[in-house]
């Protein structure tokens, strides 16, 4: 069983959309990104920070879905991150409506002795210097690092966003941020330009407009699910991101053509994570309804045109 | 060798790009519909109209491909449909400068004895009159109507347009068209409310962000080639639907699945269209290099995920 070892938010969400309002619930890049990677067989650790505001069912709701947590550190006295958004009617824009950083504030990973040596690395969206931080207490190079960021780290901490990025295979990005770090319009041209920053591979992520895989001059593209209702978008990319590592980690083969089925298995859980507010899909949804909707990914996208 | 009525402008179009500018150049949808469909074995028979301004050469153009220009209207004295447009820097707006209908203001479409009878007949977006008129001349119903339209037409000629799609088995439009048509803001429940006006068959084209093809309850997706370079979008989406059409008429067989690669095909040829302004492209390109890109979509969009 591959070793995943995940960094990301563990947090307080509040969300409002076209569709209703929550009180604060279970969110976090972490949180997504653990739940995702845990439909697959892997042996899963989260380093993570939370205050002592944060319920044990929380914590229980990953532990129960065999995250290890000994890296998630409960600081005594501490708040939890809290973010609240609000989605616009067309559910591909929100506004921030609140971020209270608390304990994230002063947040030094610890990566535990037990997952130091993990075969594949996923680093979720935080200061790059805490995800450099992580790089470095790993005992040996993983066989793959990959990151996630976005564009608050452009605007206010690129030389530490670019150190990072040169350390890492891949990177998961959207395409208004793939343009802003390359100043190019083109996401062919973009992921070239990123390339040569370091990552092998590249994940442009495009929301409900699918993700393209970038590497050298191959590219493929796995398209969204489209569905008849978007309730909340909040957690996708991440559970795209840990649907991607973990299937990845669970397989051990690290190739363009094994990333292509990553691709499709993080799509494909995405398209879950939007079916209900927070996390509440991700942690009811069955082995046997992820399947049915694989066939339906293959019946969207395969095609049978005879070439010479 | 099947045989497919093509009704659309035959135009001059003057574009204006972040890449340069045209005097005016051969355009319309019947022109950029026809040049695809010239792509595939099939007998190809044009209805439109020119004024006697229009210069033999680019009437040339269309008979080298061997499409049949018997129902090409040439007006003694009249002048040719007149667009005029200039793209932003995202390529994917546009801005329209002039529209001088001339000619086309009193079009009355006459369908030549020798295309009444064709299988199939692939409606250009023009006004819903004139479609319709198009299909009342055939002498027996086609085994398939693919209809294109536009936004304008809803704002302006709404019951027409509705009566002329309860007439046709395919639709293509784009994703905000279908929208407003539907006022439905998810494309699944947009083109299920498509399918009860009528069409069996949905085609929603997002641009650069690919064409969706609806029937029943099934979905099939063909992503946009990504591109280092969209040097003139006019035509994509005529181009589009001019290879779905011509893939089908000579293939002659009307179905789910013979419908995914169509839509592949027109996706195939509309990346071609971009690449240079106007129908430069598709004047030059070759079935070899036709080919090779088809070998591009499937490394893009085929995976190998083994299900029970």
């Known amino acids: 069983m591959g070793k995943l070892l995940i960094v990301g938010t563990v947090a307080f969400d509040a969300i409002e959309s076209p569709f209703g309002k929550t009180d604060k619930i279970l969110g976090g890049a972490g949180t997504f990104i653990g739940l995702a990677a845990s439909k697959f067989e892997v042996d899963l650790g989260l380093v993570s920070v939370v205050g002592d505001d944060f319920p044990q069912a929380y914590l229980d709701i990953l532990t129960n879905k065999n995250i290890n947590i000994d890296g998630v550190e409960i600081v005594k006295g501490g708040k939890t991150f809290f973010w609240s958004g609000r989605y616009h009617n067309d559910m591909n824009t929100r506004d921030t409506l609140v971020t209270e950083l608390n304990t994230l504030a002063d947040f030094n990973p610890k990566v535990p002795d037990a997952y130091a040596d993990a075969e594949i690395v996923m680093l979720g969206n935080l200061h790059p210097g805490i995800q450099l931080s992580v790089i470095h207490q790993m005992k040996k190079r993983p066989k ?3 990151l996630d960021t976005m ?3 452009m605007d206010n901490s690129l030389e530490e966003l670019l150190t990072v ?5 891949v990177i998961t990005i959207n395409d208004e941020e793939a343009r802003q ?3 190019e319009y083109s996401l062919v041209k973009a992921a070239e330009k990123i390339h040569r920053m370091g990552p092998k591979y590249v994940v442009i992520k495009k929301g409900e407009h699918g993700a393209l895989l970038f590497h050298d001059k191959h590219i493929f593209f796995a ?6 209702e978007v309730f909340d978008p909040t957690g996708a990319g991440d559970t795209f991101a840990g649907g991607f590592a973990g299937y990845l980690a669970a397989t051990a083969h690290i190739s363009f053509e094994n990333m292509k089925n990553a691709v499709i298995h993080g799509s494909n859980l995405a398209s879950f994570c939007v079916e209900k507010f927070g996390t509440e899909r991700m942690q009811t949804v069955s082995q046997q309804e992820i399947e049915k909707r694989l066939h339906q990914f293959k019946t969207l996208t395969q095609f049978n045109i005879e070439l010479p």
Do not use: S
């Not at 990025?165 to 295979?169: Q, R, T």
């Open 223 to 228: 398209p969204a699910l489209p569905l008849e």
């Open 181 to 183: 770090l390359t100043n």
């Open 151 to 153: 564009n608050f780290w």
């Open 165 to 169: 990025i040169k350390e890492i295979d």
């Open 144 to 146: 793959l690092i990959i």
